[in-house]
Nanobody, 122 residues
């Protein structure tokens, strides 16, 4: 079992930066791949980025590539999403998720946090 709690969301102007954090509990955190997803109003939840158990492999959605960076600290049981050059279209609720495999498919993820709101003003 893994419990996930996101933080760090907020209101930021276009071009600004935010750093999201995801705190995990559970003894086997380091064995899980971790992902960030987001859901805008009226849209499906979509993949943003993921990272394998060691942090050595990462994938990004094309829409955030070059602007967002995912990282993890297994000793602290934390996952981060550094978001730079934010755009109004990045506005969404951002979710942290955990799965035993590294996948971009949201239906594969077994554990989810409650989400944190990110709002980017133009």
């Amino acid at each position: 079992q893994v419990q996930l709690v996101e933080s760090g969301g907020g209101l930021v102007q276009a071009g600004g930066s935010l750093r999201l954090s995801c705190a995990a509990s559970g003894r086997t955190f380091s064995s899980y791949a971790m992902g960030w997803f987001r859901q805008a109003p009226g849209k499906e939840r979509e993949f943003v980025a993921n990272i394998n158990w060691s942090g050595g492999v990462t994938y990004y959605a094309d829409s955030v590539k070059g602007r967002f960076t995912i990282s993890r600290d297994n000793a602290l049981k934390m996952v981060y999403l550094q978001m730079n050059s934010l755009k109004p279209e990045d506005t969404a609720v951002y979710y942290c998720a955990a799965d035993t495999s590294l996948t971009t498919e949201r239906r594969s993820y077994s554990y989810w946090g409650q989400g944190t709101q990110v709002t980017v003003s133009s």
